[in-house]
């Protein structure tokens, strides 16, 4: 947990150097009378966030083989795997900066996960 914290300190850390609003649509928001301006932020945001996930994802995509038809494949160098890495380090910010969009604190991402984990393990257990 302690590393959601940091990584989600040092991105609004960064939103705030961006001069992007970092406060999400948490209770204290929508019960307040900025409720129109929050929403009109988080819904901003929130599209401006997955619209750059999916850039990066799409970016992540060209540097595998995931051309199934393609008889040549890519080699998987270290030069290539940094920069799959690299974009992954991306798609993490995006993600993070929607999870601080949503309110979604590390404890709750935790919770969450291991539900869905657990979930997701039942459901294999009975042939999804």
């Not at 989600?8 to 609003?21: I, M, N």
């Not at 974009?87 to 993600?95: N, S, T, V, Y």
Request: hydrophobic share 40%; proline share 2%; charged share 35%.
């Amino acid at each position: 947990m302690e590393f959601l914290k940091e990584l989600q300190e040092k991105q609004k850390a960064l939103l705030e150097r961006l001069d992007v609003p970092v406060a999400g649509i948490d209770d204290r928001f929508r019960k307040s009378s900025m409720v129109s301006y929050w929403k009109y932020n988080v819904e901003k945001w929130n599209k401006e966030y997955i619209l750059a996930m999916h850039a990066e994802l799409s970016e992540l995509l060209e540097w595998t083989n995931w051309k199934h038809w393609k008889t040549e494949k890519v080699e998987y160098t270290d030069e290539r795997i940094n920069e799959i890495h690299v974009e992954l380090i991306d798609i993490l910010h995006f993600w993070t900066n929607l999870c601080i969009v949503w309110s979604l604190t590390p404890e709750r991402i935790i919770e969450i996960y291991r539900e869905k984990n657990i979930e997701n393990h039942k459901r294999q257990d009975n042939g999804y």
